[in-house]
Nanobody, 121 residues
Framework: VQLQASGGGLVQAGGSLRLSCAASGRTFSRYSMGWFRQAPGKEREFVAAMSWTGDTYYKDSVEGRFAISRDNAKNTVYLQMNSLKSEDTAVYYC????????????????WGQGTLVTVSS
């Protein structure tokens, strides 16, 4: 599976962005998909995930502000980010796992390239 992320950019605090991740392959619907992020000088961390059954999971600090969704017909997963804060600034990576869920970096089978999100205060 190859993953291509897009949608990052510069936004003011309180604003919104939608990230997209297009996947290759014909078995996209059976993959759990997730978003991780890495801020400068920090470890890559889990942000949100959606299992292939449709269950969703979120990092506590983004719950209620971010929403993950997927369109299996388009082989694409999205991350809608609202009420952005300066601490959301990071490179965001999409990830895929041929498994139930993808909640940790160790569970990831495939990574996309990152897309930079910068939130100005």
């Amino acid at each position: 599976v190859q993953l291509q992320a897009s949608g990052g950019g510069l936004v003011q605090a309180g604003g919104s962005l939608r990230l997209s991740c297009a996947a290759s392959g014909r078995t996209f619907s059976r993959y759990s998909m997730g978003w991780f992020r890495q801020a400068p000088g920090k470890e890559r961390e889990f942000v949100a995930a959606m299992s292939w059954t449709g269950d969703t999971y979120y990092k506590d600090s983004v719950e209620g502000r971010f929403a993950i969704s997927r369109d299996n017909a388009k082989n694409t997963v999205y991350l809608q980010m609202n009420s952005l804060k300066s601490e959301d600034t990071a490179v965001y990576y999409c990830a895929a796992r041929n498994g139930i869920s993808v909640l940790t970096t160790a569970q990831v089978d495939f990574w996309g390239q990152g897309t930079l999100v910068t939130v100005s205060s």
